[in-house]
């Protein structure tokens, strides 16, 4: 089941370290099949506050996505985001399509 990594940043520090790992990360997400959904970007609140931005990353499954964030490759930029920045970071499935709201396990 497609899963997702799933980030939401917030009090950024601009400097070269975002360069930096932006340039790295790609390389770390193509061997476990990860790409960008959503990437920053304008948010428009509809509810309450949203400070900050989200990241999106889809995966082919869960496995996939803890094998990316544990990987060497990852772990050597990891710092790097968050020695600059405050970040919720979760892992969450996906869901087999079709899909109804009734579906939600109890």
Known sequence: MTAYAVAHMRQVTPGPWMV???EKIDATLAPFGGRFIVHGGEVEVLENDWPGHLIAIEFPDRQHARDWYRSPAYQRILELRTDNSESDVIFVDGVE?????TDVPG
């Open 20 to 22: 930096e790992y932006l």
């Open 97 to 101: 399509h079709p899909h109804k709201a």
